[in-house]
């Protein structure tokens, strides 16, 4: 009995992550690839919030943030700016933690943003969060998965992996990129995006010269900047390809293509590629898993 009881002393003791293998949250992803994530703030409050590896920091709502408000410590200010060139000024707060699943980050930074009150999305959830964390997103099963040492030596074994570049800034915020090639000739980086969801694809239009593409008989499409309503022009080009470097499978042909003034990227894509697989990111060893 004392020997049983020693046992279970020993069980509970061990750490909560050296038990779990990986663990899967029930996540929604939907038709358009959107990835919705169940989350607790501060050990008491839940939300759901868009995984947006674009999305830079975290992010809470307005009426998200007004639950919390009492907690928050003011942090400063920072700025950002959309993929179309366009300013994003807000304040910085830390929050007590915010936790998916088993997995709990103490005196998290966020940001507050009104207008996704609008948009009916309660947060982001950003790579910040996972900065030392691997996790996967399995688009073909509808599952979100946050792995571990033992699962990610699995991972490696039956994925392709393609190298990721990391954007840190203020060391509050991080977006990633990955290496594109298009039609078989043209290296560029490309900000992932799971946050647009399947379908964009947006280029710089620098790239409509070595493609060879005659702006002046180009396709154009008007184009308005939601913040500050600023007019710009879309040319949309037709691409034979979009391959990702070290990823055998999810090329894209014959694609039209959005090439955006006042880009700031080289390019920005979503998920669509990827939308018939699992992606694993591992940001501790800047790589991204596919299969």
């Not at 949250?25 to 008491?44: C, L, M, Q, R, W």
């Not at 709502?61 to 007004?66: Q, R």
């Not at 979100?144 to 490696?156: A, D, G, L, P």
């Not at 500050?228 to 894209?252: A, M, Q, R």
Request: charged share 25%.
């Amino acid at each position: 009995m004392i020997r049983k009881i020693s046992l279970l002393f020993l069980f509970l003791c061990l750490p909560f992550k050296s038990l779990v293998y990986s663990q899967s949250i029930p996540a929604k992803i939907n038709e358009y690839g959107f990835v919705f994530i169940p989350i607790t703030i501060n050990d008491s409050i839940t939300a759901n919030f868009l995984m947006d590896t674009g999305g830079g920091m975290n992010i809470l709502s307005s009426g998200v943030f007004n639950k919390v408000k009492s907690s928050a410590k003011f942090r400063g200010f920072e700025t950002g700016f959309r993929h179309d060139g366009e300013r994003l000024d807000g304040k910085v707060y830390e929050i007590p933690s915010i936790q998916i699943g088993g997995y709990k980050v103490n005196d998290v930074i966020v940001g507050e943003y009104p207008p996704l009150d609008e948009y009916g999305i309660e947060g982001i959830i950003s790579l910040k969060f996972f900065e030392n964390k691997p996790f996967t997103i399995d688009f073909k099963n509808k599952k979100f998965v946050i792995e571990n040492k033992k699962s990610m030596s699995k991972i490696r074994k039956r994925s392709e992996a393609t190298p990721i570049l990391l954007d840190v800034f203020s060391d509050w915020a991080i977006d990633m990129y990955i290496n594109l090639i298009v039609n078989d000739s043209i290296s560029l980086k490309a900000e992932f995006d799971t946050g647009s969801g399947f379908d964009h694809i947006i280029m710089n239009p620098q790239y409509l010269q070595s493609m060879g593409v005659d702006t002046s008989t180009a396709k154009k499409n008007p184009y308005t900047t939601p913040i500050s309503k600023t007019h710009l022009t879309d040319y949309l080009v037709k691409v034979n390809s979009i391959k990702c470097e070290g990823i055998s499978s999810g090329e894209i042909k014959n694609r039209q293509v959005t090439f955006r003034q006042n880009m700031i990227h080289q390019a920005l894509i979503g998920s669509g590629m990827f939308k018939d697989k699992a992606i694993t990111i591992d940001i501790p060893n800047r790589k991204m898993y596919v299969r």
